[in-house]
């Protein structure tokens, strides 16, 4: 890609979205998509988003909700998000709660906090390409985060050189890209290595709720908390979103963490947009006070059925030579090929052939590796279709001519 003189040396790092490109493909009716980690929208709350904006727009609350508003959130939503967080084990308060226009933004805004030009951040390999893209912005170097791996803060120190290890990102449940988990030894093995390189750690709970088995395992913020007794004393910044649960359209995520880290954000927040849409939070938190325990374990049952759907299907259609991950909730199946075959050759030859879109694995990875391995999404797909489009994407991993 090439970049105008005038153009600042960061946007040599910026590459579009592979994800979003393929997005694109949601719009021809014939392509079966595993590519965009994309609800269902069948499963939105319409109605009482319906609602919810009809009651902002009446009579009293209008003004209100077409007005600037102040930067940190509306106040009613995060007043909600202190009992949600407290309903899985984050103990705080409002002002420990800003409110972003997704948790992207979240990211971004962290990246800028925290990146000088160098400076490292540890991710997963492979990682959310949306960190990725992200943090590039900032010019760092990335590291391989391994939890529990065989590097000490010795290790990522020297190779961060001239620069230092700014953070920790990982999204530790139903990872994006790969549906793993981190269990809690490895949380526990983190906030180790975090305390070791006196770095922050950046939770992405964007998947948190969409447990489908097993126990839940608490945030990472919350075991921290454990240790230290005060989310003020703690390095862990959780980022959460509505996008996944209720609706990713309206564009509202939150982050908590300690009021310093907080007071920086909203300073970034009162530079970039100045506030996230008002009414969208005003409708949000009606909908979530509304119905959100009742409405998640739908969303749940639905893309459990899903999922089992997906692996069974991988099961039957699926060559030796293929393996994936089992994921315990989230939206995701992570496919290994053999070793030395393209993800991206196998995406040309299933689009061309047998109608299928995926991911290729390799925008996942920092350096550009990965190249035999693929995501898939089961979530915006019924069992019937994600039947088909596996016996389809295998009949094509078995042909072996692409």
């Not at 002002?95 to 490292?120: E, M, R």
């Not at 240790?227 to 862990?236: A, P, W, Y």
């Not at 259609?317 to 075959?341: I, N």
Request: hydrophobic share 40%; aromatic share 8%.
């Amino acid at each position: 890609m090439t970049t105008h003189p005038l153009f600042a040396t960061r946007t040599q790092n910026m590459k579009a979205s592979e994800i979003r490109e393929l997005l694109k493909l949601l719009d021809q009716p014939d392509i079966i998509s595993f590519a965009g980690g994309i609800p269902d929208p069948a499963l939105f709350p319409a109605d009482a988003f319906a609602q919810a904006f009809q009651t902002a727009l009446g009579p009293g609350r209008q003004a209100q909700a077409l007005q600037y508003s102040v930067s940190e959130g509306y106040a009613p939503l995060r007043e909600w998000l202190v009992d949600h967080m407290a309903s899985i084990g984050v103990a705080c308060d409002m002002d420990n709660i800003l409110i972003t226009s997704g948790s992207q933004q979240a990211l971004d805004y962290l990246g800028k906090l925290f990146l000088s030009p160098g400076d490292t951040a540890l991710v997963g390999w492979p990682t959310y390409l949306g960190a990725i893209s992200a943090f590039n912005a900032y010019e760092p170097r990335f590291d391989r985060l391994s939890i529990p791996g065989n590097q000490g803060a010795e290790e990522y120190r020297k190779a961060a050189g001239a620069g230092r290890v700014k953070f920790a990102y990982l999204s530790p449940d139903f990872s994006n890209p790969t549906g793993e988990t981190v269990d809690l030894r490895g949380r526990e093995a983190l906030l180790d290595l975090a305390e070791d390189l006196d770095c922050a750690v950046i939770e992405d709970g964007a998947y948190q709720a969409l447990r489908y088995d097993g126990a839940p395992i608490p945030p990472i913020l919350a075991l921290e908390q454990a240790r230290k007794g005060s989310i003020e004393d703690c390095r862990t910044i959780y980022c959460g979103s509505f996008s996944k649960t209720l609706s990713p359209g309206l564009r509202v995520g939150w982050v908590v963490a300690a009021k310093p880290i907080i007071s920086q954000l909203v300073l970034m927040k009162q530079a970039a947009d100045l506030h996230s849409a008002t009414i969208n939070q005003m409708a949000v938190h009606q909908v979530a006070q509304a119905c959100f325990e009742s409405h998640i374990p739908k969303v749940r049952q639905t893309y459990r059925a899903r999922r089992d759907a997906m692996l069974a299907a991988l099961q039957a259609h699926m060559p030796d030579c293929v393996s994936w991950t089992k994921p315990e909730g989230g939206m995701f199946v992570w496919l290994t090929l053999p070793a030395g075959t393209s993800g991206a050759a196998l995406l040309a030859r299933a689009l061309d052939t047998v109608k299928v879109a995926f991911v290729p694995g390799q925008a996942f990875f920092p350096d550009g590796s990965g190249e035999n391995t693929i995501r898939l999404s089961f979530s915006n797909s019924d069992e019937d279709t994600i039947r088909e489009g596996i016996r389809r994407l295998g009949q094509v991993l078995r042909g072996g001519d692409w």
